[in-house]
């Protein structure tokens, strides 16, 4: 092996490696959901030079942002949570010229973001269970896009839920988004589907998290690393920097205390202006072909389900091991927002060290 294959890289190079890596991660971000003059804007907020993306293809100005972006960032020495506040600022007031607010088709709209594996759909359920079934039109996993109405039809995005007829009986939206960032959402704009609007973010605590998602790998490696380990650490960090300052005035649902607290559900119903009901808290979601460990067995009676112990099963498997040690940040804020994790960092790495497990 050369002398270069043996370089040992100082803690200074890999964090510089590292605040790199995750300042191409968050530009890279903003080109899945925002449109060529919005991208502009979002370079202009950073105080970035003028740079002209407008009119080019998709692709040529989503690498043309990354590079000019990138480049301002270092200059700067900006971080990439400084990208995700300047996406925040644009999409607060985002609503594109040429695409009018939607008309009121609903009395109430719900938007749900959390991460897959994340119990979003545990909680999307219960807010259903609020309603006569008849009266919700519930979209699982869209895209961020701005919402478009004409005349009963609704359009929330382009590639699932476009120009879709509403029924006029339906008189409550939820939508469901998955490993998206709310600060993107573009909820002046959204927000007129309905009389009333709100923003709801679930956060499930960490080790939990990440059982379910090593558990569903043993089935499918490549799918749960697409969709649901490549953007896990970013992602969960960023919802637990949101849930820890309750950014934008959405309402945030801690998963472990929403399941395991009547007093915490009949809070947040209230918040939400809803006359509290458990109606559907048993419901088992068949979206995600249900949970990790359980498929959809427990439909009925999801309060049975050991969802809060999840980590103790998986304590040996490798790759549960490998997220919980992979970023310190994360136990640390899962230690603020959750209480923590019983065991240390230092144990978890002599388990590591030690091999063995399922993997």
């Known amino acids: 092996m050369s002398a270069q294959g043996n370089k040992r890289f100082t803690a200074e190079e890999l964090e510089h490696a590292r605040t ?136 929330v995005d382009r590639d699932t839920y476009l120009r879709m007829p509403v029924d006029p009986g339906k008189r409550v939206l939820i939508v469901g988004y998955e490993n998206l960032d709310p600060a993107h959402f573009p909820l002046r704009h959204n927000a007129r589907v309905a009389r009333r609007s709100d923003v709801v973010v679930v956060l499930r605590d960490f080790p939990n998290t990440a059982a379910s998602i090593a558990r569903q790998a043993d089935d499918d490696p490549a799918f749960a690393y697409r969709y649901r380990i490549r953007d896990l650490l970013d992602l969960w960090k960023r919802y637990a920097d949101y849930f820890a300052r309750r950014a934008f005035g959405h309402t945030y649902i801690a998963f472990n205390s929403w399941f395991s607290d009547p007093d915490e559900r009949r809070a947040i119903s209230r918040r939400l ?48 091991q490998f997220l919980l040690l992979a970023d310190e940040e994360a136990l640390e804020a899962d230690a603020h927002l959750f209480g923590g994790f019983p065991h240390t960092r230092a144990e978890l790495l002599r388990r590591w060290r030690a091999g063995g497990g399922s993997r």
């Open 273 to 320: 202006g809803l006359d509290h009901t458990d109606e559907g808290l048993n419901r088992v979601s068949p979206y995600g072909e249900g949970s990790s460990f359980d498929g959809l067995h427990h439909d009925g009676r999801a309060q049975d389900m050991a969802v809060l112990g999840r980590w103790e099963s998986m304590l040996d498997d490798r790759l549960f």
């Open 20 to 155: 790199d890596n995750e300042r191409e991660r968050a530009l890279h971000d903003l080109t899945q959901v925002l449109p060529a003059p919005e991208l502009e804007e979002v370079l202009r907020s950073l105080g970035g030079p003028e740079t002209r993306l407008a009119g080019l293809p998709p692709l040529s100005a989503a690498v043309r942002f990354v590079d000019a972006g990138l480049e301002h960032l270092r200059a700067r020495r900006l971080s990439a949570a400084d990208v995700h506040a300047a996406a925040a600022t644009v999409a607060a007031g985002r609503g594109a010229a040429d695409v009018p607010p939607p008309q009121p088709l609903f009395d109430r709209a719900i938007f749900v973001f959390g991460l897959r594996r994340g119990a979003n759909h545990a909680i999307s359920e219960w807010l259903r269970g609020h309603f006569d079934e008849a009266e919700v039109c519930y979209l699982n996993s869209a895209e961020i896009s701005l919402f478009e109405t004409e005349g009963d039809t609704l359009t």
